[in-house]
């Protein structure tokens, strides 16, 4: 399973900006965990935003109302719209699928820089 992000760049204070997590076919990605996460410069990688394969939704409440996660299980496709931007969501962004039994797994894409300016 490949994972391949997208979107990122630099924005200024309340842009916006939305990424984009291709999984690469044969992924089970329909029945997977989508997340999205984010790690700043100096600080530990944290959740942004996670969807379920029931369509549940959680978010870090640093971004609960700017953020919305979404998916296109035709297309394998994760997308995180992130509106009112502010300096502190600047971080590498990753996309992480975690896929149930019986085909267990928990992968990776590369990840993505978001610079947000004042």
């Known amino acids: 399973v490949q994972l391949q992000a997208s979107g990122g760049g630099l924005v200024q204070a309340g842009g916006s900006l939305r990424l984009s997590c291709v999984a690469s076919?044969?992924?089970?990605?329909?029945?997977?965990?989508v997340t999205w996460y984010r790690q700043a410069p100096g600080k530990q990688r944290e959740l942004v935003a996670t969807?379920?394969?029931?369509?549940?939704?959680n978010y870090a409440d640093s971004v609960k109302g700017r953020f919305t996660i979404s998916r296109n299980n035709a297309k394998n496709t994760v997308l995180l719209q992130m509106d009112s931007l502010e300096p502190e969501d600047t971080a590498v962004y990753y996309c992480?699928?975690?896929?149930?039994?019986?085909?267990?797994?928990?992968?990776w894409g590369q990840g993505t820089q978001v610079t947000v300016s004042s």
């Open positions: 992480n699928l975690v896929t149930p039994s019986p085909w267990p797994g928990d992968y």
């Open positions: 076919p044969g992924t089970k990605f329909s029945i997977s965990a």
């Open positions: 969807l379920t394969r029931s369509a549940t939704t």
